[in-house]
């Protein structure tokens, strides 16, 4: 090994010597000794030779150890410390409303042993590296895709809980998917709306409305992003053409299937979907600003530790208490956003945002339907009703968005290398895998 090389080899591994995160050494060995390199061809040019050229360089770059120190505390885990306290406190207020629920289904002790179940799997998914989504998105996409079918061929239409809560997990792996068609061209469109029309497909015939329309609502607004940010190098009116192709299949399917019709049928007041929108909008009408409503027929609400935990919050302590928890799972929903736009790569951003719509669609859907004004069925409110499957896949979800939160210091950007469009290198899974 020439000494010129193994003085740069020192200094780089003095450096490194320094920082904690070994994550990112690679990183900064070659950032570093790209360094020394300029400075180096900078010394050949003014005629000095090359081993002194070396030296000069090395030392220019400063104090090894000094050096190292500033880099290990810029290169550190950092946390949202705003997200993980509203989250517990959502929690808490959950364990709390369905204390006062009490509606003799074991519901408070479900969710008291589903609660610390979804905490570890947040704090796992926490000190996970989020990167593997886009290492290995479509294989987890795959594995998400088997599961939702093995649920709803072996469990049928009570295998519908789980295919929607699974479904959100299909939301950030999406997003993997369109991070990793980068720089394919317009096959990477066209593959990514079959991505998602497939799985649509797959939703709307297992009678998952809400899984189908949150799923679609999410891959719009993702390929939207992708398409604004040119990850595919195509002209944007031609790529959102092909995006949202998608939609006039739907209305195609959905209304020779006939569940439009099914979906409309919903209004009337003589279903039972339509009887309890009616019987919503009642309590709500009839709520009081704090304490209980007036009382409306019979105060009974089914299925309100899962389904209707707004309604029932409303009705039984006032409207003020209601808003006060659309507040406090609003403020999460923003810090979450917050700490979306502060990633310093795409892939961080992409993940995070994704995790974050799955949780913001779960909460609107849900709001709506206990206002009385939706008529497509949501399963619960993230972390305050009673779903035990629900309690921890939203967990997962909200682990996503604090591990890419932690990283940003530690995961560097890949530039996108655009390919010549080949179905053949868009599918191929036995590729070296992208060091992102």
Request: proline share 3%; glycine share 6%.
């Amino acid at each position: 090994m020439p000494k010129s090389d193994v003085h740069v080899n020192q200094y780089v591994d003095m450096v490194c010597g320094q920082i904690k995160a070994k994550k990112v050494h690679s990183n900064i060995s070659k950032e570093i000794a790209c360094h020394i390199e300029e400075q180096k061809d900078a010394y050949l040019r003014d005629g000095i030779d090359e081993e002194n050229a070396v030296k000069k360089a090395v030392a220019e770059m400063g104090d090894p150890v000094s050096v190292g120190q500033q880099l290990n505390k810029l290169h550190k885990p950092i946390s949202e410390k705003s997200i993980i306290s509203l989250t517990l406190l959502l929690v808490a207020v959950g364990l709390f409303v369905q204390f006062l629920i009490n509606d003799g289904n074991s519901g408070f002790s479900r969710f008291f042993i589903y609660t610390p179940i979804g905490l570890a799997a947040l704090t796992a998914t926490f000190f996970c590296d989020y990167s593997f989504i886009g290492k290995y998105s479509k294989y987890i996409f795959g594995f998400f895709a088997v599961a939702c079918i093995i649920l709803y061929f072996i469990f049928g239409r009570y295998g519908n809980a789980g295919v929607y809560y699974l479904s959100l997990l299909f939301i950030p792996v999406l997003s993997g998917v369109l991070y990793g068609f980068r720089g394919h061209g317009y096959i990477s469109v066209i593959a990514s709306v079959l991505f998602y029309v497939l799985f649509g497909f797959f939703f709307l015939s297992s009678n998952a409305p809400s899984a189908f329309l949150q799923i679609s609502c999410a891959f719009f607004v993702l390929i939207t992003i992708a398409i604004f940010k040119r990850w595919y190098n195509v002209k944007r009116a031609a790529a959102f053409i092909i995006a949202y192709s998608p939609i006039f299949i739907w209305i195609s399917f959905i209304s020779i299937s006939g569940k439009l019709t099914q979906i409309l049928s919903l209004r009337q007041t003589g279903t039972n979907n339509g009887y309890m929108s009616m019987w919503i909008k009642s309590l709500i009408e009839n709520s009081k600003i704090i304490g209980q409503g007036v009382p409306v027929n019979s105060n009974v609400l089914p299925n309100a530790s899962t389904n209707f935990t707004l309604t029932y919050i409303i009705f039984n302590y006032g409207i003020a208490v209601g808003i006060a928890v659309i507040i406090l799972a609003s403020l999460l929903i923003y810090r979450m956003f917050r700490a979306s736009f502060r990633q310093r790569t795409s892939l961080g951003f992409i993940v995070s945002f994704s995790a974050t719509l799955a949780f913001t669609l779960q909460v609107i859907l849900f709001i709506l339907v206990n206002l009385g004004y939706d008529y497509i069925p949501v399963n619960s409110m993230p972390l305050i009703s009673n779903n035990g499957f629900g309690i921890v896949i939203n967990m997962v979800l909200i682990g996503l968005i604090l591990s890419a939160f932690r990283n940003t210091n530690l995961v560097f950007e890949k530039s996108i290398i655009y390919k010549k469009s080949n179905i053949r290198n868009i599918f191929n899974f036995n590729r070296k895998k992208e060091n992102l």
